[in-house]
């Protein structure tokens, strides 16, 4: 059950206050499904505040990015069991409400206290703390903690790309990359009460709701605290396209035509492109280590012409490839099996240089291979600490680590 919002009604509301309702305004009533008032338009990357304030006995929530179809959803739970969404079903993300002293799950002996947990409505459940992270006894011991029952709570929650974040009373809840859902209304519910008389004519209530866009190429000032920098505005290829995304680059290593060399993630149209078929045992295709590692199986990469996140980490020698909120590629590259992989392929060629791929530091590159392709949202932090002023005589910092991440569209 859904009722429209406009998003400007929403905004209006300010300091106002929303009531939560089912059947009667303003009460929870026996015998009615979880009822909802939802935006009459789709949100895909935002920052949304709010406070609430609920009868402890009544669960609630908050949805973002959600859906309700006029037809049967396919989709597949936690455990990977097909299912079906019915008819009109809210489903889609949703920020928790759950303040009741009362309301213990074993194994713990307290209260659950999960407000701003998230919890994917209608499909697979509790993604945080649940399959997407999260340990379930210290997600409860904090939020024990920081739980104002009866009282007002604020709640922040940023949508942006694959990646949700979550904050409770000032404090970081939830921080998960899934791709279930980019973007769908927001919605304020009512949880059903069955035929529970105790929870008759409890309520919900919000007050003080902000809702902030945030645009492609631009941070989120929760990035921005978190040392994220912009690079440059845009990975979308088209059909039968390559590229990719270079790292740990060696300008000097390549005078001629060409690009420079370096690590690359892998950014290609596997189906059409013939380099997919080429290399080893697939290490060519989308988000392999080009050459050199291929790809998990279980990697997920959108259809052609759709947007696609792809996400490098780097910590010393340590490097990870990510895919849409997998990881898909992990590796040392100072160990004896790495220099074996390089040894059975291209990078064999003196003219790579020696030691391919150890390089203390290098550039990043994002490469244009005479097909067309989109970047956007080009980000990278640094994970390496501030260094230290170095006394006299003292060594230099070490070399900085980073950590790239940019939205792709193939």
């Not at 400007?8 to 009615?32: E, K, M, N, Q």
């Not at 799950?105 to 509790?126: C, F, H, I, N, V």
């Not at 942006?160 to 990359?177: A, E």
């Not at 304020?188 to 902000?210: A, L, P």
């Amino acid at each position: 059950m859904k009722k429209n919002l406009s998003l400007l009604t929403l905004l209006a509301l300010g300091t106002a206050l929303i009531v939560g309702c089912s059947s009667t305004p303003g009460t929870s009533t026996l015998d009615t499904p979880n009822t909802f008032l939802a935006t009459d338009k789709n949100y895909a990357n935002f920052v949304l505040e709010y406070e609430f304030k609920n009868d402890p006995r009544l669960n609630s929530g908050v949805q973002i990015r959600s859906h309700a179809e006029a037809k049967e959803v396919n989709f597949k739970t936690a455990d990977g069991k097909a299912a079906k969404v019915p008819v009109g079903r809210v489903h889609g993300y949703q920020a928790e409400i759950d303040t009741d002293p009362k309301n213990v799950k074993k194994p713990d002996t307290e209260a659950r206290m999960w407000s701003a947990g998230l919890y994917e409505e209608g499909r697979r459940g509790w993604i945080f703390p649940g399959f997407g992270g999260g340990d379930a006894l210290e997600f409860s011991k904090q939020g024990r903690q920081l739980t104002k029952v009866g009282e007002w709570n604020h709640v922040k929650v940023e949508a942006n790309g694959n990646r949700i974040r979550t904050w409770f009373n000032g404090v970081q809840r939830v921080d998960v990359r899934d791709d279930g859902y980019l973007n769908g209304f927001i919605a304020f519910q009512v949880h059903g009460i069955s035929k529970d008389k105790t929870k008759e004519g409890t309520t919900v209530q919000w007050r003080n709701i902000s809702l902030t866009k945030i645009s492609d190429n631009s941070l989120s000032p929760s990035e921005k605290e978190d040392g994220w920098k912009l690079l440059f505005d845009g990975f979308k290829l088209t059909k039968g396209a390559n590229s990719g995304l270079k790292y740990y680059v060696q300008p000097d290593l390549n005078q001629g035509a060409g690009s420079a060399f370096g690590l690359e993630f892998q950014m290609l149209d596997d189906a059409v492109h013939p380099d997919a078929k080429l290399g080893r045992n697939g290490n060519r295709t989308v988000s392999s280590l080009y050459d050199l590692i291929t790809a998990s199986k279980d990697k997920r990469p959108n259809r052609i012409g759709e947007w696609n996140n792809a996400y490098v980490i780097t910590k010393g020698t340590q490097v990870e490839h990510w895919l849409n909120g997998r990881l898909v590629v992990a590796y040392d590259r100072s160990t004896a099996e790495f220099r074996d992989l390089v040894s059975k392929s291209k990078y064999a060629d003196p003219k790579y240089g020696k030691n391919f791929g150890e390089w203390a530091d290098g550039h990043i590159l994002l490469q244009e291979h005479g097909d067309e392709v989109w970047f956007k949202n080009v980000k990278i932090r640094d994970l390496a600490p501030a260094p230290k002023p170095a006394a006299k005589g003292g060594k230099k910092a070490p070399a900085k680590k980073t950590d790239v991440a940019d939205t792709a569209k193939k």
